[in-house]
C-alpha cells in the first residue's frame, strides 16, 4: 500500500477519500469538504473505497489506468454507496487537472517509452488486422447496443446545443450539423442524386438519415459483419436499399467518385502510419467540387499515446489524433482544409448519459455476458468521459476540399441547413427508458 499511499497523498488536495485495505487498515486522503462533479453537482461525503486483494494497491499504483480498471473488473476494488466508480474516476481525475495529465500516467521515463513504443506497434492497422479489431469492438452483441445507445444507434458524440437535451435530439442534431458542414443543400442544385461515401458507416444511421433529406445515393462501407447485415436490414425496412447501401469492406478497397465523403468516428481506428494512405485515397475518390468531412476523438494538444486499458480492452489499435497530426497529413496529400472546429465537452455529455442507461439494464447485460465485462464497460464509459471532462479530449470536425470554390465564402450556410434540419424532425422517445415501459404497463 505504501506506492498507492505516496501517490494520493500528493495527488488528492480537495474532498476526502478513504480506502479501507484488503487487511482493515484505513488510509485518509485530503481536507475534507465539498467538491464540484464536473456535471453541475458535488461530492458532499468522502469517497469511500475497498481494496479486497493483498495484490489490489500494488496493482493500482503501478500504472494507475490499468491497474484501477482491472481492479474494478476484478472485484478488487469497491466503490461504497452513495457513489459508484464513475464517482470515483470523475473525483480522482479531478484532482489530477491540478496536477497535470502525467498525475496518472506510468511514472518514469523508461515506463513511458515502454507505454508508447507499444502503442506505436499496435497503430499500425494492416487490412487484416483492421478487420479483426473492428470485429473486436463492434461485434459484440447487438442488444447491447441497443440498451445504451440512442434509437438510431449513433456511437460517437452527440451535438449537446443545451445539457439536458435528450440523447435522442443531442444525436439528432449532431446529424443535422454534419449535412451543414458537408454542404449538403448543393444536392437540390445537381441535375442527378449526389453520390455520397460514408466511411465506417456504423449501423447506417447518417446514411440513411442523408438519402432522407437529400434523395442522395450513399455507399456505406465498416468492417464489422454484424454491423453491416444490421445496416442492409435497415436500408430494405426503410425501402431505399437501392439507393444505400453498405457493404463489408475497407475503404482502401472502395473505387469510384464521389461528391461527398464522411468519416465519422473513423480515423480514431486508421492507425496514424496510415494517415497518409487515408488521405491520399480518399483524395483519389472525391470529386473535384467536392467535400469531405471528418468527425473524430481528439487532442485538444500534442500527439500523444493510447492507454494501455483502453488498446487492450476497448479499442485495440485506436488512436486519439492531434489536430496537428490530422493537418500535416491532409496537406501532403493536397487537401485544403476549409473549416476545423473543436466540440468541447459535448462528449461528456453523451457518455454520462450512455453509462446511466448501461447502469439501468445491469442485470440483462450480466446475463448476456457476466459481471465482469459489466464492469469493463462502466469503467470504459466513466474513463471516457473524465478525459473529456477533465481531460483534454475534445472532437474534431473537419471540412476538406481540393478546391476552395466547392463551398460558400460566408460560413452561415452550415448554420442555416443545420437551423432547417433541426426543425425538420422530431426525435425518437428512447423505447428502454424504464419511466415508458412503466406506463404502458
Not at 42 to 63: C, E, F, M, W
Request: charged letters at 25%; one cysteine or more; aromatic letters at 10%.
Amino acid at each position: 500500500m505504501w506506492l498507492l499511499d505516496k501517490m494520493l497523498t500528493k495527488l488528492i488536495r480537495a474532498g476526502k477519500l478513504v480506502i479501507t485495505d484488503y487487511d482493515g487498515k484505513v488510509y485518509e486522503y485530503g481536507p475534507g469538504g465539498p467538491v464540484p462533479d464536473g456535471s453541475g453537482g458535488t461530492y458532499d461525503q468522502p469517497v469511500r473505497i475497498r481494496l479486497t486483494d493483498k495484490k489490489a494497491s500494488g496493482h493500482i499504483a503501478r500504472y494507475p489506468q490499468v491497474g484501477a480498471g482491472e481492479a474494478f473488473m476484478w472485484g478488487w476494488l469497491h466503490v461504497e454507496e452513495p457513489y459508484d466508480i464513475r464517482d470515483m474516476i470523475l473525483y480522482v481525475t479531478g484532482q489530477a487537472k491540478v496536477h497535470g495529465d502525467r498525475a496518472l500516467q506510468p511514472q518514469g521515463p523508461m515506463k513511458r517509452l515502454i507505454q508508447k513504443t507499444a502503442a506505436k506497434v499496435d497503430s499500425i492497422n494492416l487490412k487484416s488486422k483492421a478487420r479483426k479489431n473492428a470485429e473486436h469492438t463492434y461485434n459484440l452483441t447487438r442488444r447491447l447496443y441497443e440498451l445504451f445507445l440512442d434509437e438510431d444507434r449513433q456511437y460517437t458524440m452527440g451535438y449537446h446545443r443545451t445539457t439536458d437535451v435528450s440523447l435522442e435530439k443531442a444525436q439528432l442534431d449532431k446529424k443535422a450539423l454534419i449535412a451543414g458542414k458537408m454542404y449538403m443543400q448543393k444536392a437540390r442544385e445537381m441535375d442527378r442524386p449526389m453520390r455520397v461515401l460514408d466511411i465506417g458507416c456504423g449501423w447506417g444511421g447518417l446514411a440513411l438519415y442523408l438519402n432522407k433529406h437529400y434523395g442522395c445515393e450513399v455507399l456505406g462501407v465498416a468492417l464489422a459483419p454484424d454491423q453491416i447485415a444490421f445496416c442492409k436490414e435497415r436500408a430494405k425496412q426503410a425501402g431505399v436499399e437501392d439507393k444505400v447501401k453498405f457493404k463489408l469492406m475497407d475503404y482502401r478497397d472502395v473505387e469510384g467518385t464521389f461528391d461527398r465523403i464522411s468519416s465519422v468516428g473513423l480515423l480514431e481506428h486508421v492507425g496514424t502510419p496510415h494517415y497518409p494512405e487515408f488521405m491520399e485515397h480518399t483524395h483519389r475518390l472525391l470529386a473535384d467540387d467536392g467535400v469531405m468531412f471528418s468527425h473524430c476523438c481528439g487532442r485538444a494538444g500534442p500527439p500523444g499515446f493510447t492507454d494501455a486499458w483502453t488498446r487492450k480492452y476497448i479499442f485495440p489499435g485506436g488512436y486519439i489524433p492531434a489536430l496537428s497530426e490530422l493537418v500535416t497529413e491532409s496537406e501532403k496529400a493536397g487537401w485544403q482544409v476549409m473549416d476545423v472546429e473543436a466540440m468541447r465537452f459535448h462528449y461528456s455529455h453523451t457518455l454520462e448519459e450512455w453509462y446511466n442507461r448501461t447502469v439501468l439494464h445491469r442485470e440483462e447485460i450480466t446475463e448476456m455476458y457476466d459481471e465482469q465485462f459489466y464492469k469493463m464497460w462502466l469503467f470504459y464509459l466513466a474513463g471516457a468521459e473524465q478525459s473529456f471532462r477533465n481531460g483534454t479530449l475534445v472532437n474534431w470536425q473537419l471540412q476538406y476540399v481540393k478546391d476552395r470554390t466547392a463551398v460558400p465564402m460566408i460560413r452561415d450556410y452550415m448554420e442555416e441547413e443545420a437551423a432547417r434540419l433541426r426543425t425538420s424532425e422530431d426525435p425518437p422517445v428512447w423505447h428502454l427508458d424504464p419511466a415508458l415501459k412503466q406506463a404502458a404497463e
